[in-house]
């Protein structure tokens, strides 16, 4: 089973920057999705940004421009790069992995969190006006 655990979290004044990391356990072979989701309390689960195995990426519209999802080269650390940070982006940000199956149109995986099978402890974002 995959392990993910995020790190990077914190407390940002709006307009300021953070750089999450999401550590999976090994490598994944094939097909497979990486993603960013939050929730903020109250508020369903909502996805961020996601990445599949050939690089390509999308975003959720209230943070393209803003946020950039990416991997390192061995493919084992997922990274959400936040910048012009808002109130808004306020919540606990996880990481969360589909790996197998068919192919999955990327606005589709943002949009259904039970797509993705592992999922890591979540970390806090907080950004004060």
């Known amino acids: 089973q995959v392990q993910l655990v995020e790190s990077g979290g914190g407390s940002v004044q709006s307009g300021g920057s953070l750089r999450l990391s999401c550590a999976n356990s090994?490598?994944?072979?094939?097909?497979?999705?990486m993603a960013w989701f939050r929730q903020a309390p109250g508020k369903e689960r909502e996805g961020v940004a996601v990445?599949?195995?050939?690089?390509?990426?999308t975003y959720v519209d209230s943070v393209k421009g803003r946020f950039t999802i990416s991997q390192d080269n061995f493919k084992t650390t997922l990274f959400l790069e936040m910048n012009s940070l808002k109130p808004e982006d306020t919540a606990i940000y996880y990481c969360?992995?589909?790996?197998?199956?068919?192919?999955?149109?990327?606005?589709?995986?943002?949009?259904?969190?039970?797509?993705?099978?592992?999922w890591g402890q979540g970390t806090q974002v907080t950004v004060s006006s």
């Open positions: 969360a992995l589909r790996a197998g199956g068919n192919r999955v149109e990327l606005q589709r995986l943002l949009g259904f969190p039970p797509l993705f099978g592992d």
């Open positions: 090994r490598y994944i072979y094939g097909v497979y999705y």
């Open positions: 990445i599949d195995d050939l690089g390509t990426t």
